[in-house]
């Protein structure tokens, strides 16, 4: 089986500070995403790509750059860290597109902005 | 099979009018999410339900567990609706599996 590695596991940053989140896959999967998860909220898409140097918006991209520099990773940069940005981001992949299909979770990475 | 049975596939609305999207899972699943994709590629949040309904503007959700199900309503369809709507049903902290999508139409 596969896994998805993402790291740092926990990234403390300061305000304003520009901060970068990386994930690894070894599934070989062609779909690589980025959610956020507040506590109490459902997941909410912020990137996603679909091959090697793809980017597709989710509708939490504004704050947000990502980079698909290869098939097996993925990183996203919090352009400019907010307090209220401490929450978990959680990296995901999939085989193919999105439809009809399972979507792999990394064990996340909790932002702290001080 | 699939987990996640979505319908139906294409679905063509008049402006004004409503339909509704069905999710059927084959298993127990912790929530749900509903998602839009708009002609622009982006995948828009809609809901995410862990049980009962959800009411946002022409647009209602409601995910029961125990019936493994979820629906989502659209009412006064209008023509940004457009797009591919998906749910995607949460299995446990690492899995989120998506339906195959809705592609809706509305026409003026």
């Known amino acids: 089986g596969g896994i998805i590695t993402q790291t740092p596991k926990f990234l403390i940053g300061q305000e304003g500070q520009k901060l970068t989140l990386k994930c690894q896959q070894n599934?070989?999967?062609?779909?690589m995403y980025w959610y956020r998860q507040d506590s109490g909220k459902g997941l909410r898409l912020i990137y996603y790509s679909i091959t090697e140097n793809d980017l597709q918006k989710g509708d939490l991209s504004e704050g947000y750059d990502a980079s698909r520099e290869k098939k097996s990773s993925f990183s996203l940069t919090v352009t400019s860290a907010q307090k209220n940005e401490m929450a978990v981001f959680l990296c995901?992949?999939?085989?193919?597109?999105?439809?009809?299909?399972?979507?792999?979770f990394g064990e996340g990475s909790r932002l702290i902005v001080v | 099979g699939d987990q996640v049975e979505q319908s139906p596939s294409a679905l063509s609305l008049h402006e004004g009018t409503g339909s509704a999207l069905r999710c059927n899972f084959t298993t127990t699943m912790r929530a749900v999410q509903w998602f839009r994709k708009n002609s622009r590629g982006s995948l828009i949040n809609l809901f995410y339900l862990a049980s009962g309904t959800k009411e946002n503007g022409r647009l209602k959700s409601a995910f029961d567990s125990k019936e493994r199900y979820s629906t989502l309503h659209i009412r006064d369809a209008q023509l940004e609706d457009s797009g591919t709507y998906f749910c995607a049903a949460d299995t446990n902290a690492y899995k989120v599996i998506f339906g195959k999508g809705t592609h809706l139409h509305v026409l003026p």
């Open positions: 995901a992949s999939s085989w193919g597109t999105i439809s009809g299909n399972t979507l792999y």
């Open positions: 599934f070989n999967h062609d779909t």
